[in-house]
């Protein structure tokens, strides 16, 4: 794996009419800038090869809404991203490493958020990249990494709908 991509889901509804929160969908400018930021990560040449997705409502809608700039991507339903932590999501990209250049990992916050943070820090990033994602992790934000031959992480960039035009960071 020579890049990875971590991404939350986009805007969500408040609450699901089953009541359960893996039912939340998203909402009109969810759709819109989930779709929106498939499209900027294809015109960045950030065309995943394989992507773990949360079975949730949410981030499979994002998916579904992302992948429609990317054409034909491996996918695979991953129960364990889930309202995960961030040694999990860690552990579910260094299984996946060896099968894709690009690997793009949709799930939730808190997770995605310290993940991405911890591999800033481990990299010793600088104080205005930290600053940076230490204000939050917005819905439809994508941290984005180039991986070294010994699996390290170093950033690459942060990309949010708003910054291309999409709703409010949130």
């Not at 065309?47 to 991507?73: I, K, M, Y």
């Not at 916050?109 to 205005?128: C, F, I, K, M, R």
């Not at 992480?153 to 291309?164: E, M, N, Q, R, S």
Request: proline share 5%; with cysteine; aromatic share 6%.
């Amino acid at each position: 794996m020579h890049r990875l991509i971590l991404m939350r889901h986009a805007k969500t509804e408040r609450a699901a009419a089953s009541g359960l929160d893996r039912d939340r969908a998203l909402t009109a400018r969810g759709l819109s800038d989930a779709a929106l930021m498939g499209r900027v990560l294809a015109e960045k040449k950030l065309r995943p090869d394989l992507a773990l997705v949360s079975p949730s409502t949410r981030t499979r809608q994002t998916w579904d809404a992302v992948q429609e700039a990317f054409g034909d991507v491996e996918v695979r339903i991953e129960p364990r991203l889930y309202d995960a932590s961030p040694d999990t999501i860690r552990r579910l990209v260094q299984d996946a490493e060896d099968e894709a250049g690009c690997l793009l990992v949709m799930a939730h916050n808190p997770g995605v958020h310290a993940l991405a943070y911890d591999y800033l820090t481990e990299s010793a990033a600088s104080p205005a990249i930290l600053d940076r994602l230490s204000g939050g992790f917005p819905t439809g934000a994508a941290a984005v990494f180039e991986v070294d031959v010994a699996g390290r992480c170093a950033y690459d960039g942060f990309l949010t709908p708003k910054a291309f035009g999409g709703g409010a960071d949130d």
